[in-house]
Every structure is written in structure tokens, then in C-alpha cells.
């Protein structure tokens, strides 16, 4: 299919930590699948992660070594678009105006806004109650057709939809309409102390919760080996079992085997066992990406000749939509 005629898809993710296996299983390792089929972009969420105090010398570091993983899990920046949202200048300007065409009541309703405040109730600046804005903003200026959602995201692409048909509807078809992108494979990965909640990078109390997906193989083996279990010995899914239930959702993700056939591996096992397992499979399939990671963050000057290539091509797309948006709004047009 000419590149042409591929649908856009648009991904992100922020440089708020390194990422755990949630962010790698759930949404990194099925970016690489969709390279074949859509036109795509993948961002580096920056603006996004300042919404949180971050320590500026990590945050940047970060953002290069989330860059360097995306090379490292395969992403092409040459046939697709690799690139750092804050290099981008539209990404400001257009969240600004869509400020304008949201409403504080759609913004209160946001169950992530309500999350964070809770979690940073020392710092719920405006930025973390306007980040759906920000993130309709990034959707939109490319035009993109579809937007991989996982089910904490869905209420964002709501409000993205809205926006952009709220914008549509006064001053005609300036934005496409954005559909979720359902992945066929689609694992949310929960914490494996607590597997009530998701796994999530950013978290700092207690480290044995989150595999990060560049943590040395013994620490990656030695926090499956923790996981939490339960007080039965029986090795199969069920609402009344979420720890080895989430051990087995790893394990199909990173095998690439179904449900039925990792109960079946497990069979007669105990839980040291079935958790040993685990533990080695995350290490195998974690263990050329870590390589190539290391690889490619040894070499600075590639990866950011690709963050300022990839800035440069986002930036034209996003130019063209964003000149449209202040025509359409009445700013200034100079002959
Ligand atoms: N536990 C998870 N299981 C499956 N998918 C997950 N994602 C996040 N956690 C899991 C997916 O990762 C993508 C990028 O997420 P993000 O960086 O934009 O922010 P997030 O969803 O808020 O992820 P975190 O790890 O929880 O970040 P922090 O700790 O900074 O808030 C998304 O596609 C998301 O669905």
C-alpha cells in the first residue's frame, strides 16, 4: 500500500520514569506492529510530563533514553515519525486555542484529573487539569485517524472527539474526527504487589511493584519471584486470583501464547515454579531490546539527529493544520 494511502495513527508516551512492562506490554510492543499497516507517529509526551514536578537534568535524559527505546524495540523513524512534542512549537499554540473550545464541565468530569489531584494534591496546577486539551491538540494536528486507547484513556478521546467536533461544526472540516485503534492483543498490566491497580512507571513507594523494562534480568527475576500470589496452589485465571492472573497475562504477552495454553504450561506446578518461568520468559524477551538500548544511547548524535529530523517532519504536518486553526479563529494572515 502506497504511504499515501495509509491511515495516520498517532502514540505517545511520556518521559515520566522509565517504562515499566505495563507501558512496554500494553502499548510500545504493539506500536511496532502497526508500522506495516498505518502511517504513524510516536511522541515522546514531554509537555505532558510536566504537569508533575520533574528534576529537568532527569526529565531531559529521560526523554533521549525513551527516544533510544523506541529505536531499541524497532520503531523506523525513517518510513514513520519519531519525535519529542516540545520540539514541536504548534503543540502549544493549538492546545491555547482549544483551551477556548473546551469546557470546564467536561474537564471536571476526567476520572485521571481526579486520580493525579489525588496523588499530587501539592501541586494540582492548571496544566494537570487541562492535559486532555494538550493531548486533543496532539491527536489533531496530524490529521490522525486513529489513536491507540487503553481503557484509561478512552475518556480523553472522548473529549478529543468532542473538541474537535465542537471546532468542526462553527468553522467546517478542519480536523479529522479521531477512532479508537483497538490492539488485537491488548494486556493491562497490573502491579505485582498489588494487582488491584495498574502497573504504572512514574510510582516510587515501592519499587518490587513495577518491572522497569530496562532493570537489570536478575531484579526483573527477583520481583516476579515477590509477586504477590494468593493462599490456594492452583495455577489458572480468576477474578478471586488478580496476582496470578496478571502473572499469566506476562506471560501470554511475552511468549506469545494464548490463555489456554500457558495454564496449560503450568499445569501440576507450584507457584516458585510457575513464577521462575515467568520470570525467565520476561528476561528473554526483554534481553535484545535491553541490548539494543544500550547500543543506541551510547550514541548521542544519532538519536538526536533523529529527535531533530523527526521534529522537523512533525513539525510541517502539524504547521499546515495548526495555519488553518488561526486563519479559522481570526488571527492575523499577512500578505
Ligand atoms: N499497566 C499498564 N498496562 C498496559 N498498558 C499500560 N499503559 C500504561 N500503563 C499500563 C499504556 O502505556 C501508554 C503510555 O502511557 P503514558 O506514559 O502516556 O502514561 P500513563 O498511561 O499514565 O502510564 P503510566 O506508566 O501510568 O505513567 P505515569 O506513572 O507517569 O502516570 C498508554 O497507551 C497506556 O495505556
Known amino acids: 500500500m502506497s504511504s499515501e494511502k495509509k491511515k495516520v495513527i498517532y502514540s505517545a508516551m511520556q518521559p515520566s520514569g522509565v517504562p515499566s512492562l505495563g507501558n512496554y506490554l500494553g502499548a510500545l510492543k504493539n506500536w511496532k506492529n502497526l508500522q506495516e499497516e498505518y502511517n504513524c507517529l510516536f511522541g515522546v509526551a514531554n509537555m505532558h510530563a510536566i504537569t508533575v514536578r520533574q ?10 533514553d525513551l527516544v533510544s527505546l523506541f529505536l531499541a524495540i524497532g520503531l523506523d523513524p525513517e518510513e514513520h515519525i519519531i519525535y519529542v512534542q516540545s520540539d514541536v512549537r504548534a ?6 486555542i482549544l483551551n477556548c473550545f473546551t469546557y470546564m464541565g ?6 485521571q484529573f481526579k486520580d493525579k489531584a489525588a496523588k499530587h494534591a501539592d501541586n494540582i ?23 491507540p486507547v487503553g481503557a484509561d484513556q478512552k475518556q480523553h478521546l472522548e473529549i478529543c472527539r468532542d473538541i474537535a467536533g465542537r471546532f468542526n461544526s462553527i468553522y467546517g472540516d478542519v480536523f479529522k474526527v479521531p477512532e479508537p485503534y483497538i490492539p488485537k492483543v491488548g494486556a493491562r498490566i497490573m502491579g505485582l504487589q498489588n494487582p488491584e491497580r495498574k502497573m504504572s512507571k512514574s510510582e516510587s513507594d515501592n519499587l518490587n511493584n513495577v518491572v522497569y523494562i530496562l532493570d537489570e534480568p536478575n ?4 520481583k516476579i519471584k515477590r509477586a504477590v500470589t494468593d493462599s490456594d496452589t492452583e ?11 496478571n502473572l499469566l497475562n506476562i506471560y501470554c504477552s511475552v511468549t506469545d501464547k494464548t490463555p489456554d495454553e ?15 518461568s515467568v520470570g525467565d520468559a520476561v528476561v528473554e524477551h526483554m534481553r535484545p531490546i535491553q541490548e539494543k538500548f544500550k547500543e543506541y544511547s551510547a550514541d548521542r548524535a544519532y538519536v538526536e539527529r533523529v529527535m531533530q529530523n523527526g ?18 479563529v481570526g488571527y492575523p494572515i499577512y500578505k
Open 311 to 328: 521534529a522537523e517532519k512533525a513539525s510541517y504536518i502539524a504547521n499546515k493544520t495548526l495555519n488553518k486553526v488561526k486563519k479559522k
Open 91 to 96: 503543540h502549544a499554540e493549538i492546545a491555547w
Open 125 to 147: 496546577n492548571a496544566g494537570l487539569y487541562t492535559y486532555p486539551v494538550l493531548m486533543a491538540g496532539d491527536i489533531l494536528l496530524y490529521q490522525s485517524d486513529l489513536v
Open 106 to 111: 467536561e474537564l471536571n468530569r476526567m476520572t
Open 55 to 64: 528534576d529537568p537534568t532527569e526529565l531531559r535524559q529521560r526523554t533521549r
Open 262 to 276: 500457558a495454564v496449560n504450561d503450568f499445569k501440576g506446578c507450584g507457584y516458585g515454579e510457575f513464577k521462575k
Open 235 to 245: 495455577i489458572r485465571y480468576g477474578e478471586d486470583k488478580p496476582g496470578i492472573s
Open 219 to 222: 531484579v526483573i527475576a527477583n
